[in-house]
């Protein structure tokens, strides 16, 4: 077997309107879909792909932070050092922080959605990891 593709990413919640009008509010993503059946509340994205990603409410006890799960969703969001201060922008605005970061072949930020899941925003820079794999690795702050 052989994953070929990231599919799609979905995220436990504790309020899908409030997650919403982050990631599609915010950050754009286009909203295709929507279910709410049998105490089920979940919202799907898209980039294209039928859905990318989804955000699903989590119920009772399961809305407490755990401290296992996913660490970050990446989104690519250009391939301009210009359209990542534009994020940045953005994000100041609506006073969400975030952590600028280099890694080489990408330039990211970092922050966190209302309920604390990790989301990266990045822009391609460099495909010098098609030569060198290990370049991917690299971090470092960035100053923008």
């Known amino acids: 077997m052989k994953i070929q593709a990231l ?3 979905v995220l436990k919640v504790a309020d899908v309107a409030r997650a919403e009008q982050f990631y599609n509010g915010l950050l754009g993503l286009p909203i295709c879909a929507r279910l709410d059946q049998g105490g089920m509340s979940m919202t799907f994205f898209t980039l294209g792909d039928h859905h990318n990603f989804a955000v699903a409410e989590a119920a009772g006890a ?20 210009d359209q990542l201060r534009e994020a940045k922008t953005r994000l ?10 280099d890694h080489e072949v990408t330039k990211s930020l970092y922050l966190e959605d209302p309920d604390g899941n990790g989301v990266e925003l990045y822009v391609d820079v460099s495909d010098v990891w098609r030569k060198e794999p290990q370049r991917v690795a690299y971090a470092a702050p960035l100053k923008l």
């Open 7 to 9: 599919g799609h990413v």
């Open 62 to 81: 399961q809305k407490a932070p755990a401290a296992v799960g996913l660490h970050h969703v990446a989104f690519k969001i250009g391939d301009s050092m």
């Open 92 to 101: 100041d605005a609506a006073g969400v922080g975030s952590v600028p970061m």
